[in-house]
């Protein structure tokens, strides 16, 4: 770390320093952004793309008073790096290191936390409105992307603003790229603003102020520099077009959107030039009416491999910080989930016309690109619009077709209503393809996918499976199209058992377990061990154990959790002397919870260990494996449980808590 990084340890640093300081700050921000995730990784690209929009930021307001919300906060670290956590940094998305999003308990920087995008534009609005009703003056300035505003949430707020508050920032930071390219007409819209000169607004009394702003001060010298090449760059159209907005202010002619919405609209400018950005956001601060300043960054500035290939670079993990290069993955690892299911999605729709893919801006994190490439013509990307996707997708059942929905567990979330109201009321057959169900590790609890059973399983007529394994994932796949209801599948981040995948996927019977081995009868005590999804794998080595130790154990892959299959569950309830469930999903509502219920129902009174999380939001880590470990989702706990409740080890005291 070199000099001026090492002199700021808060924001008050940043406001001592000159804009040529603050230029030299900016050079090492980004080499200990780029240095310093190259062996954990992280979101780099959109990082490099806003150091020095955050610089000019913290420059002009003060935070924690003056609230800074950035949506998704993904792009958050240059922040976290002037706010007295730049020592911890290299510690971000680590086993108690610092959180890669912004996180309320972590800072009081942090105003607001997030994960999900879109959220943004009403949490700042929710602070502004409540500045104003008591009746005091932080500033409150949103950051968010072009992609957000694919988003309806964003929407819902800015219909919202001017007719709540009149002083509100929002900047808009458009990089052009969602992950992926961004898609869509607001995408068009936006580049539309960039690239058409009549477009381009710079107000009058922006131009005033600056012009007002002392000679003195080299910042400042260097703002009229910039505004100058603004204006002759950027400000053609304006005086032609000038017209009056609501309130009575000058606005202008060509109808931006955001204008008709009720904001100011102030830009594009450029997101690297500091001084102007500097003297952009003076502006803003004192304007008394909601104002959107749209600034231009560069996706991954400072770091070609990163400029070179912006959707890599949006979020990676460990690469060379010289040459952007990634470590090659090791002969013999096994395929990663989403691969499979985008592979096998394929496959299915050469065979099935009416197989259509959708993806809500992850075409690869869901494996969706495979379909992109291989049959454009039958792939969606809504953009990130999950409650739009979802709906769609029950739209286009309704004609016939089969929508294959790949959304994130945790993202899905974002869709509740329309899973009810749009799919499952009227017992459509979309096709839900959930990737990250159970943890993200590093991403951390906005990005765990941990409910989705339970508030899946509440809804009549859905039909809910968990593969154990790569292959088993292409035969629910495929057992999904020939299932007339909505029809939902969970499946774990990261790379699969390294189960052979078959050529031909095969037809499951929708409601029947799999029995992995049954009892044997000559064992001391007789344990049923029902590993769902990626816990069987942990049931069958748990099994393995106790064998070892003289149980009679039976495991059993329940693939599916609704219907469950009660026969499976009955016979074994009854035979054995101890059933233990296995989730990668919390204990309340989910899978064990719906083998308790059968049992109550169905009179068995034999004891249940239920394994899986905790009634708790579960941190961040460098691992799955920690976590698991931590909570109890392993296979040395797992014997440890059992063997405690024959009484034949003392109880250990886990975090996990199970019922009897
Ligand atoms: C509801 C939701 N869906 C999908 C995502 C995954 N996601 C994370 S960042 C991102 C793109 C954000 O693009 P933009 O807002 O333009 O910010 P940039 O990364 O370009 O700075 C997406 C799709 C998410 N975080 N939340």
Request: proline residues 5%.
């Amino acid at each position: 770390m070199s000099s001026y990084l090492e002199m700021v340890d808060a924001p008050e640093h940043v406001k001592k320093l000159t804009i040529p300081q603050l230029q030299e700050l900016a050079g090492e921000i980004r080499t200990e952004l780029i240095e310093g995730l190259a062996k954990g990784g992280g979101h780099l690209g959109p990082n490099l793309g806003v150091v020095e929009l955050t610089i000019a930021l913290h420059k002009v307001f003060s935070t924690p008073k003056d609230k800074l919300v950035w949506d998704v906060s993904h792009q958050i670290y240059v922040h976290k790096l002037l706010t007295g956590r730049k020592n911890r940094f290299r510690t971000i998305r680590q086993t108690d290191g610092l959180n890669g999003f912004a996180l309320r308990t972590e800072s009081e920087h942090d105003c607001f936390g997030a994960g999900h995008a879109g959220t943004a534009l009403s949490a700042a609005l929710g602070m502004a409105a409540a500045r104003d009703k008591r009746g005091t003056d932080e500033q409150v300035v949103c950051i968010f992307g072009d992609a957000a505003l694919t988003n309806g949430i964003s929407f819902e707020a800015m219909n919202n603003i001017s007719h709540t508050t009149k002083k509100f920032i929002g900047i808009l930071n458009d990089n052009e790229w969602s992950i992926a390219k961004n898609v869509g007409a607001i995408s068009g819209y936006l580049n539309k603003l960039i690239t058409n000169p009549s477009y381009n607004k710079l107000a009058k009394d922006f131009e005033g102020f600056v012009k007002r702003l002392p000679k003195g001060d080299l910042a400042l010298k260097l703002a009229h520099k910039a505004e100058e090449g603004f204006k002759g760059a950027l400000s053609v159209g304006l005086t032609q077009n000038d017209v009056t907005l609501a309130d009575g202010r000058g606005g202008f002619g060509n109808p931006i959107l955001f204008e008709e919405m009720g904001m100011r609209y102030l830009g594009p400018i450029d997101g690297h030039n500091l001084p102007l950005l500097i003297s952009t956001l003076e502006f803003a601060k004192q304007c008394d009416h909601p104002i959107v300043i749209h600034v231009l960054t560069q996706k991954g500035k400072g770091f070609d491999a990163a400029l070179k290939f912006p959707e890599k670079f949006h979020g990676l993990g460990s690469y060379d910080a010289k040459t952007g290069e990634t470590p090659a993955s090791k002969p013999g690892t096994p395929p990663a989930y989403q691969d499979v299911m985008g592979q096998t999605l394929v496959k299915l729709c050469k065979k099935n016309e009416n197989l259509v893919g959708l993806t809500a801006a992850m075409p690869t994190g869901t494996g969706m690109k495979h379909l992109e490439k291989a049959m454009p013509e039958r792939y969606f990307d809504v953009g990130i619009a999950e409650e739009h996707g979802v709906i769609f997708a029950a739209g286009m059942a309704t004609m016939g077709y089969r929508p294959v929905v790949a959304i994130y567990s945790t993202f899905l979330q974002r869709a509740y209503d329309c899973i009810h109201h749009d799919v499952c009321l009227q017992d459509l057959p979309v096709i839900f393809v959930m990737d990250r169900a159970g943890l993200s590790a590093n991403d951390g609890p906005t990005h765990h996918g941990l409910f989705d059973i339970s508030y899946l399983r509440c809804f009549p007529n859905v039909v809910a499976m968990a593969p154990a394994n790569e292959d088993e994932l292409a035969d629910m796949m495929f057992t999904a199209t020939k299932t007339n209801h909505p029809t939902f599948i969970r499946y774990p981040r990261g790379t699969a058992e390294g189960v052979p995948v078959k050529a031909e996927p095969q037809l499951l019977e929708v409601g029947k377990a799999q029995i992995v081995q049954t009892f044997t009868n000559n064992g001391k005590k007789k344990v049923a061990l029902f590993g769902l999804g990626p816990m069987n794998t942990i049931a069958r080595k748990a099994a393995q154990q106790l064998a070892g130790e003289g149980y009679d154990v039976a495991v059993i892959n329940p693939r599916f959790t609704k219907p469950l299959d009660a026969a499976a569950h009955e016979t074994y309830g009854h035979e054995a002397d101890l059933v233990v469930t296995l989730e990668d999903h919390v204990l309340m509502g989910g899978y064990g919870s719906s083998v308790l219920e059968l049992f109550s129902e169905k009179h068995i009174s034999t004891p249940v260990v239920r394994i899986g999380w905790p009634d708790q939001f579960i941190e961040h880590a460098t691992t799955q494996d920690e976590l698991r470990k931590k909570y109890g989702l392993s296979v040395e706990n797992t014997v440890a449980k059992v063997k405690a409740q024959f009484s034949e080890v003392p109880v250990k005291v886990t975090r996990l808590v199970e019922v009897a």
